[in-house]
């Protein structure tokens, strides 16, 4: 793995954010600054000194509207949306504005032909029914979605989901059929809209977070924070989401955990990606 020069990275990370601010404000799409980015913005004013990389909310109407309107609106010279769609595999679950003239490979996607230029994660807000059993069955097609979407079986998450993983990819191999069932999943864990529920949850950042439910008047509205340079917003009920996500999340992680959660094979600053096709 090469080893990041994190200011590089966090000055280019930052003209990203830059980008989908201006382009979310200027078509009223609602956005916050998410995990270790909105934690950052709270206690350092900016970026956690360890981190390399910056997350972003979105309920999922406005997740949808920044994917239709992008390539209208947004400077796709310098930047990319990308997605998992019929045709296009990222191995991830979510959305990413992509830098075009940069190379950061991780070692997931090593051998895919997609924009592989540094990158910021939009990751969906849904709404959470209140019913228990609606509940576990909307989380059970997130898992299906999560495994068809990313085509790998969970990691870190134990030995029987894993082996399980791998069984049930192998079953189905078909690119179009690996579509149709996450297509089909999608829509199933999307069909509770906030606006009916009482609660939010995040169904695309891995079964850990897919767990904890949110009380929507967390997120009712936004707050501004300082955030490299930039007033960013962050929901109002941020304690108690950085509570629920992080614990004590005013009490510092040991130095061996302090460091980017991220692996990266390679990056180039200076180089697009396509360089390196």
């Given at each position: ?214 009380p929507k008047e967390l997120f009712a509205k936004a707050i501004y924070k300082e955030f490299e340079g930039y007033n960013m917003p962050i929901p109002i009920g941020y304690d108690k989401y950085l509570k629920m996500a992080f614990g004590n999340y005013m009490e510092l992680p040991p130095k061996d955990k302090q460091c980017p959660a991220h ?15």
């Amino acid at each position: 793995m090469q080893k990041l020069k994190s200011d590089e990275i966090k000055k280019i990370l930052a003209s990203l954010l830059k980008e989908i601010k201006k382009t979310c404000e200027e078509h009223n799409i609602k956005y916050f600054l998410s995990s270790g980015t909105m934690l950052g913005a709270v206690l350092y004013q900016g970026f956690i000194p360890w981190d390399d990389d910056i997350d972003v909310f979105m309920p999922r109407q406005d997740y949808e509207m920044l994917k239709k309107i992008w390539n209208k609106k947004a400077d796709t010279e310098k930047y990319s949306c990308v997605f998992p769609s019929k045709g296009v595999h990222t191995r991830n679950l979510f959305m990413t504005v992509n830098d075009n003239n940069t190379t950061f490979i991780k070692p997931h996607q090593k051998d895919l032909d997609i924009n592989l230029g540094i990158a910021i994660d939009i990751l969906p807000l849904d709404g959470c029914p209140t019913s228990r059993i609606k509940r576990k069955i909307q989380k059970f097609w997130a898992l299906i979605y999560s495994l068809y979407c990313a085509e790998m079986p969970p990691q870190n998450h134990g030995k029987f989901k894993n082996i399980a993983g791998r069984i049930m990819l192998g079953l189905v191999r078909a690119e179009k059929a690996r579509y149709m069932i996450y297509s089909f999943a999608e829509k199933k864990m999307t069909k509770y809209k906030i606006k009916d529920c009482d609660y939010i949850t995040e169904l695309c950042s891995g079964p850990k977070y897919m767990q904890l439910e949110y009380p929507k008047e967390l997120f009712a509205k936004a707050i501004y924070k300082e955030f490299e340079g930039y007033n960013m917003p962050i929901p109002i009920g941020y304690d108690k989401y950085l509570k629920m996500a992080f614990g004590n999340y005013m009490e510092l992680p040991p130095k061996d955990k302090q460091c980017p959660a991220h692996d990266v094979i390679m990056y180039d600053i200076n180089n697009s990606y396509k360089k390196y096709m």
